[in-house]
Nanobody, 123 residues
Framework: QVQLVESGGGLVQAGGSLRLSCAASGRTISDYTMAWFRQAPGKERQLVAAIGRSGGRTYYADSVKGRFTISRDGAKNTMYLQMNSLKPEDTAVYYC????????????????WGQGTQVTVSS
């Protein structure tokens, strides 16, 4: 079973950048399809980006396409989310997640979750 720990959140002005990290332990991340979700106050958790086991397949929500980049580093057993051109509507708690499955966009398939990291974008 894999354990996930996010870091890298914080407060940034609109137009700025942040890089989130998701460090895995217990298992190698190459065993999993992985993703970043986010949840804003009063809203449902939504999928932001996902990456396949080999890193060759990626998925992005329309709202972040062209601004966010998901990646993974097997040597460091860590997944990243580079977030550029941040907007106030990107403010949320960001969670990393992992699944043994191959369906990247199915929320219910993600069984392993980190504790979340807060991202706040000021206008």
């Amino acid at each position: 079973q894999v354990q996930l720990v996010e870091s890298g959140g914080g407060l940034v002005q609109a137009g700025g950048s942040l890089r989130l990290s998701c460090a895995a332990s217990g298992r190698t991340i190459s065993d999993y399809t992985m993703a970043w979700f986010r949840q804003a106050p009063g809203k449902e958790r939504q999928l932001v980006a996902a990456i396949g086991r080999s890193g060759g397949r990626t998925y992005y929500a329309d709202s972040v396409k062209g601004r966010f980049t998901i990646s993974r580093d097997g040597a460091k057993n860590t997944m990243y989310l580079q977030m550029n051109s941040l907007k106030p509507e990107d403010t949320a708690v960001y969670y990393c997640a992992a699944t043994d499955g191959v369906m990247m966009t199915i929320y219910s398939q993600y069984h392993y979750w980190g504790q979340g990291t807060q991202v706040t974008v000021s206008s």
